[in-house]
């Protein structure tokens, strides 16, 4: 199975600020990576697809980079309406596995 | 607009079954792969069973292979999930959500609660 392991578990950030996550697969994953967005009481959204493909509506201050087994996704200039938790997924390999999370908070 | 509607869930007993539902709408159901994920309290997310638009693939966890069962049936645009022989671990927030291989979840219902729990 592939091991995903996403950094850091909690961040602090100010509103304006620019914040990133990464995800290292334990072995190449081809771009064959999504991130979700998960509010409170809420199903996962599907923000970005294949490494860096945003979905419709998806804000572009939403980004994300990478190759071989090492990922990252970006906001630029948080907003409050950011403040969520984020999940990487890889869809390479069977079975299908997730970053352990990343809960972004307000400073 | 697409829509997942999970039900089924509740409280179970440890070593009983459970049968959960997903009624989809809102696209071709049946040309679309559909999975179960879940999410136990206050955890992350798991992949726990997928299948094909015809039903002809169908992969498992390993924490859920030979105990839980994934089917549907397209003339319903439903998506099932047996379980059987419940465990404490199993409790948690199931979500039926879809993909369109090679692609990730795309769309998630808003989840259903099983409890396994004496």
């Known amino acids: 199975d592939i091991q995903m392991t996403q950094s850091p578990p909690s961040l602090s950030a100010s509103l304006g600020d620019k914040v990133t996550i990464t995800c290292q697969a334990s072995?190449?994953?081809?771009?064959?990576i999504a991130w979700y967005q998960q509010k409170p009481g809420k199903a996962p959204r599907l923000l970005i697809r294949y490494t860096s493909t945003l979905e419709s509506g998806t804000p572009s201050r939403f980004s994300g980079s990478g190759s071989g087994r090492d990922y990252s996704f970006s906001i630029s200039n948080v907003e409050s309406e950011d403040i969520a938790s984020y999940y990487c997924?890889?869809?390479?390999?069977?079975?299908?596995?997730f970053g352990g999370g990343t809960k972004l908070e307000l400073k | 607009e697409v829509q997942l509607v999970e039900s089924g869930g509740g409280l179970v007993q440890p070593g009983r079954s459970l049968k959960l539902s997903c009624l989809a709408s809102?696209?071709?159901?049946?040309?679309?792969?559909m999975n179960w994920i879940r999410q136990a309290p206050g955890k992350g997310l798991e992949w726990v069973a997928s299948?094909?638009?015809?039903?002809?693939?169908?992969y498992y966890a390993d924490t859920v292979k030979g105990r839980f069962t994934i089917s549907r049936d397209n003339a319903k645009n439903t998506l099932y999930l047996q379980m059987t022989s419940l465990r404490s671990e199993d409790t948690a927030l199931y979500y039926c959500?879809?993909?369109?291989?090679?692609?990730?979840?795309?769309?998630w219902g808003q989840g259903v609660m099983v409890t396994v729990s004496s």
């Open positions: 997924l890889q869809y390479d390999n069977l079975p299908w596995t």
């Open positions: 809102g696209f071709t159901f049946s040309n679309y792969g």
């Open positions: 072995q190449n994953i081809n771009k064959y």
């Open positions: 299948i094909s638009s015809s039903s002809s693939y169908i």
């Open positions: 959500a879809r993909h369109n291989y090679p692609g990730p979840f795309d769309y």
